[in-house]
Nanobody
């Protein structure tokens, strides 16, 4: 049974940093795309960043967030710097079941999801 478990969320002041982790179990994802999405209250879940053969970022986080992975630990990370109040959301980790050269950015392209971790940025 595949599980994705996020951790590292919390409360931080604007301008601060957090690092989210997503530990995968049940299978390895070293050759699969993995991504981060977020959902703020009243909003749809939106793409944040993804990693595969290349990294892709939403324009709103480009230059501030960095996605990385440690295949030995079956873990993907999201380093978030220069946080803004508008970054406040529940952050979800996602993994794609099949391999490929593309780096997916759409929700429907991912097969496995974590339960989410809350990130709150105060002004």
């Amino acid at each position: 049974q595949v599980q994705l478990v996020e951790s590292g969320g919390g409360l931080v002041q604007a301008g601060g940093s957090l690092r989210l982790s997503c530990l995968a179990s049940g299978r390895t994802f070293s050759s699969n795309a993995m991504g981060w999405f977020r959902q703020a209250p009243g909003n749809e879940r939106e793409f944040v960043a993804a990693i595969n053969w290349s990294d892709i970022y939403a324009d709103s986080v480009k230059g501030r967030f960095t996605i990385s992975r440690d295949n030995a630990k079956n873990t993907v990370y999201l380093q978030m710097n220069s946080l803004k109040p508008e970054d406040t959301a529940v952050y979800y980790c996602a993994a794609r079941k099949t391999t490929g050269w593309r780096t997916p950015t759409k929700r429907y392209e991912y097969d496995y999801w974590g339960q989410g971790t809350q990130v709150t940025v105060s002004s």
